[in-house]
Nanobody, 126 residues
């Protein structure tokens, strides 16, 4: 599957952005999806993940309550709605797909994902 992420930009603290990741090439609903983020000099970290159906989601503590991950399998797209943005949310954001996920298992590290989109930069000014 090929992934293309877009929607990043510059926003003031307290503002919002919506990232999108469009998939092509394989059956999108077969993949568990995640949004990762990376700051230069630091490891890439998972921000949010979503099950194949979209019914189950996972968030890291620092974004829970502010970010919402969702997907539209008919449109082969996963979204990350980011509200109440903070300067510490500044990062390159990547979407990723996991093949053959085990039901009930969340995949939290980048090595557990099989396909990646290019990064989209989110910059939050104070």
């Amino acid at each position: 599957v090929q992934l293309q992420a877009f929607g990043g930009g510059l926003v003031q603290a307290g503002g919002f952005l919506r990232l999108s990741c469009a998939a092509s090439g394989r059956t999108f609903s077969n993949y568990r999806m995640g949004w990762f983020r990376q700051v230069p000099g630091k490891e890439r970290e998972l921000a949010a993940a979503i099950s194949r159906s979209g019914h189950n989601t996972f968030y890291i503590d620092s974004v829970r309550g502010r970010f919402t991950i969702s997907r539209d399998n008919a449109k082969n797209t996963v979204y990350l709605q980011m509200n109440s943005l903070k300067p510490e949310d500044t990062a390159d954001y990547y979407c990723a797909a996991r093949e053959l996920p085990i039901r009930g298992t969340w995949y939290l590290t980048d090595s557990q994902y099989d396909h990646w989109g290019q990064g989209t930069l989110v910059t939050v000014s104070s």
